[in-house]
Nanobody, 115 residues
Framework: QVQLVESGGGLVQPGGSLRLSCATSGTIFSITAMGWYRQVPGKERELVARITILGRPNYADSVKGRFTIARDNAKNTVYLQMNSLKPEDTAVYYC?????????WGQGTQVTVSS
């Protein structure tokens, strides 16, 4: 059974940094991309950053220049380095894995940016 295990969320002051990690438990065949989405109550889940199997990243405009996504192909792990955090970055962050056989989601990790 495939599971995505997220870690690294928490409470941070504005301007601070956090690093999220997502490790896959179980085997996922034919991964095409890994990424991070976020959601706040009452709003739709939105893409934060995504990186393809070839290493091509794309970012939401709101996080460009502040967030960096990276992946370890050998470990099927994806990371999200978040710098210069703002209160509007507060959300539940979800790991996402796309493959030819389906899409997988993590359980979510809370990120709160507040003084």
């Amino acid at each position: 059974q495939v599971q995505l295990v997220e870690s690294g969320g928490g409470l941070v002051q504005p301007g601070g940094s956090l690093r999220l990690s997502c490790a896959t438990s179980g085997t996922i065949f034919s991964i095409t991309a890994m990424g991070w989405y976020r959601q706040v109550p009452g709003k739709e889940r939105e893409l934060v950053a995504r990186i393809t199997i070839l290493g091509r990243p794309n970012y939401a405009d709101s996080v460009k220049g502040r967030f960096t996504i990276a992946r370890d192909n050998a470990k099927n792990t994806v990371y999200l380095q978040m710098n210069s955090l703002k209160p509007e970055d507060t959300a539940v962050y979800y790991c996402n894995v796309e493959s030819y056989l389906g899409v997988y989601w993590g359980q979510g990790t809370q990120v709160t940016v507040s003084s």
